[in-house]
Structures are given as structure tokens and as C-alpha cells.
């Protein structure tokens, strides 16, 4: 692990925008989380707010009691982490100042946003005074260390599958976790393939940010970041977190994961209660159906199965949403993040491979 990290995520927790952070709650092997700052829902557990379901992170109502928290329980903080996810990637006045205090109290600094701390001379002069690092996780490479799509995803042998979704921040990532977790728990290697600046802070060892990158590259790294976890890792199964939607207006990126990852086969994440594409009012969802059959025509893969966001729905009608959802489209639907990913396993063992590459 990295250090003991406090999540900032002011204003934002248990919205779209604090994505990042919930990522962190769930799950990281990277930082050890202490805490999480966020002064609409102090004083709750983060885990409560998120899942129903405690995790031991308190949210708290501002940075210096975050940092002084720590103290006193022996803990001492070592990174601010920016849990923060707004679109744009930007970073608002109101959060550099907590950054620039978070730096004068000796704390290093992540961030996955657009801003870079490191090119703002102001955070890094005080990171220099304070001995403080300023890490961008969505810093792109230099362009001599970026790959160009060559065809070697064609000596990836294992089962490939892509958690794409209907639209941005619907919980493609935590589902593709889920379903890594799963797979591993029956027994088989699994590797995710992270494709943003979360599954970094995660510790996902394979993968890039793909909205970082120039245009030309993308799917060269793409293809990269698979071939390198099968290289590597010699997995089972390939799981490749998707990035927005085929259709959303502002996030396309379902197009470059289809083609430069070559998925053998798509879960769809979707989320029934939502009727805009997140951060868009007035640009409906398209409905599922096409969405499905537009990833089908693109990739010529099947779409094999959908999973649940279940915001806007009360528990107990969770289970009749997958119900319909299931009758509508005619392929099993879950909800992964209450029930698991086991029935998610089991729908894709037939597409499972042996080690010589074809399909069992």
C-alpha cells in the first residue's frame, strides 16, 4: 500500500460525481482509507451511505478534522486522495484551497482529474516546502511510450469480457470488481483491465486512463493493456472496465473498447430508473434494446447478459426490476453490487476457453 489515505470528496459523496471516492470505499489495495471529507454527510459511515452496509469509514465535516482524526487514533494520514469526479474533471477553487492545506499539513496528493496539481505552481511550490508529492493519475505517458493498435490481442487466448453501460457513472467499474471477485472466489484467474483514473487508485496492475490520451493512441493501448495482463498474469478470464456509453454525447468510449479490445463477450450495466444520460438533461437515454443491438452490430459479440443499477429503486423492488428487465430484453438481469456476481459467473462459463484458446 501507497499510505493512509483521506478521500476528498466534498459535496459530492453518494452522487454521480463522487464516483471516485465510492470506488475507494469499496474497494483499494493501494491506500489504507481512513476517512472520508465531505461536510453534507458528516458524522455517517461511508459504507451506510453507499451500500446500506457499514465499512468502518467515517465521513467527515472537513480536512483538519479528517487529519487531526487520524492523529489521534494512531493512523497518521500520508495522502489526500481527490475523490472528487465532476464532469470536465475540474478542479473547483473551493477544493485547491483544501489541496493547498492538505499540502501544508505534509499530506501527499492524488488526483484523477483534468487540473494537474503538478503544473500549478502555487501546489507545487508548497509541495516542495512541505516535502510533499503531487501525483496525476490522468497524466497521460509521453507520446514515445504510447502504443499504436498492432494485432497482438490476438494472441489473448482467455475469455474476454467487457462491462460496458447504458450511459456514464452507472457502475460499470464496481461491477466489473464484483465479477473479477467472482470468478476468483469459483476457483479461476481473473484480471480487470482498468480504463480510468479509479481502477488506478484501486490498485488495478493492469491498465491506462483512457480519456487521457491523444485520439491516435487509444486503441493502441488498449490493446496493449490486455495483451500485457495475459502476458503477465496468464488469466482465465480478462474482465475490461468500459468508459460511458456508446451513446452518450459527452463519453463515447464503448466504441474503442469494442474495437481495439476485441471482447468476446459484453455484460451491459443499466440503469431502468434513469430517463437523461448523466449530466445531460433533455438527451434521453436511448433505450436498451438499441443500445444492445448497436454494440452486437459493432462488435459482432454477443450481449449476454445485464446488470442492475439500482438507484431510484427501493430494495424490495429490486428483485421485480430484473424481472422486467430480463422479460424486456430476453437475457438474465442481476443486481450484482446486493446479490453478488455468482449467476453472473454462471451465464459465462460456457464461453469459458481451455488453455489452447478455443471455445469450450
Known amino acids: ?41 458528516a458524522n455517517r459511515d461511508a459504507g451506510e451511505i453507499l451500500d446500506g452496509k457499514r465499512a468502518g469509514i467515517p465521513v467527515l465535516g472537513g480536512l483538519g478534522e479528517a487529519v487531526a482524526a487520524a492523529e489521534n487514533q494512531g493512523s497518521p494520514a500520508t495522502h489526500l486522495v481527490v475523490g472528487l469526479a465532476p464532469d470536465g474533471g475540474r478542479l473547483s477553487a473551493e477544493a485547491r484551497a483544501d489541496v493547498a492545506d492538505a499540502i501544508r499539513a505534509g499530506l501527499s496528493v492524488d488526483s484523477g482529474l483534468h487540473d494537474y496539481l503538478s503544473e500549478d505552481p502555487e501546489l507545487v511550490r508548497l509541495a516542495g516546502e512541505h516535502g510533499a508529492v ?17 494485432g497482438k490481442i490476438e494472441e489473448v487466448k482467455c475469455l ?22 467472482a470468478f476468483e472466489a469459483a476457483g479461476l484467474r481473473a484480471e480487470l483491465v482498468g480504463t480510468g483514473q479509479t481502477a488506478w487508485m484501486q490498485g488495478a496492475p493492469f491498465g491506462i486512463v483512457l480519456d487521457s490520451l491523444v485520439n491516435d493512441f487509444i486503441s493502441g493501448e488498449i490493446e496493449h493493456a490486455v495483451w500485457t495482463a495475459w502476458k503477465e498474469a496468464s488469466p482465465d478470464v480478462i474482465v475490461l472496465e468500459g468508459q460511458g456509453s456508446l451513446m452518450n454525447p459527452a463519453y463515447p468510449g464503448g466504441f474503442e473498447l469494442l474495437a ?6 459484453v455484460v451491459l450495466q443499466h440503469a431502468p430508473t434513469r430517463g437523461d444520460y448523466d449530466g445531460f438533461p433533455g438527451y434521453p437515454i436511448h433505450p436498451i434494446e438499441k443500445q444492445i443491438l448497436a454494440i452486437e452490430l459493432i462488435s459482432e459479440k454477443p450481449v449476454v447478459a445485464i446488470t442492475l443499477n439500482h438507484e431510484g429503486l427501493e430494495p424490495s423492488g429490486i428483485p421485480e426490476a430484473c424481472k422486467q428487465l430480463s422479460q424486456r430484453v430476453g437475457l438474465p438481469a442481476m443486481d450484482v453490487l446486493v446479490d453478488g456476481a455468482g449467476a453472473l459467473v454462471e451465464v459465462l462459463r460456457s464461453h469459458l476457453r481451455p488453455a489452447g484458446g478455443a471455445r469450450v
Not at 478521500?7 to 474497494?27: I, M, Q, S
Not at 503531487?134 to 498492432?150: A, G, M, N
Open 160 to 181: 474476454k469480457i467487457a462491462v460496458l453501460g447504458t450511459d456514464s457513472a452507472v457502475g460499470k467499474r464496481t461491477t466489473a470488481w464484483r465479477l473479477v471477485e
Open 260 to 265: 481495439a479490445g476485441r471482447p468476446d463477450v
Open 134 to 150: 503531487l501525483r496525476d493519475v490522468r497524466k497521460p505517458p509521453s507520446r514515445d511510450k504510447l502504443h499504436f493498435f498492432s
Open 1 to 41: 500500500m501507497d499510505g493512509n489515505a483521506i478521500v476528498y470528496c466534498e459535496g459530492a459523496f453518494g452522487t454521480p460525481n463522487g464516483k471516485t471516492a465510492h470506488g475507494l470505499v469499496r474497494r483499494t489495495n493501494r491506500y489504507r482509507v481512513l476517512s472520508v471529507v465531505d461536510s453534507r454527510n
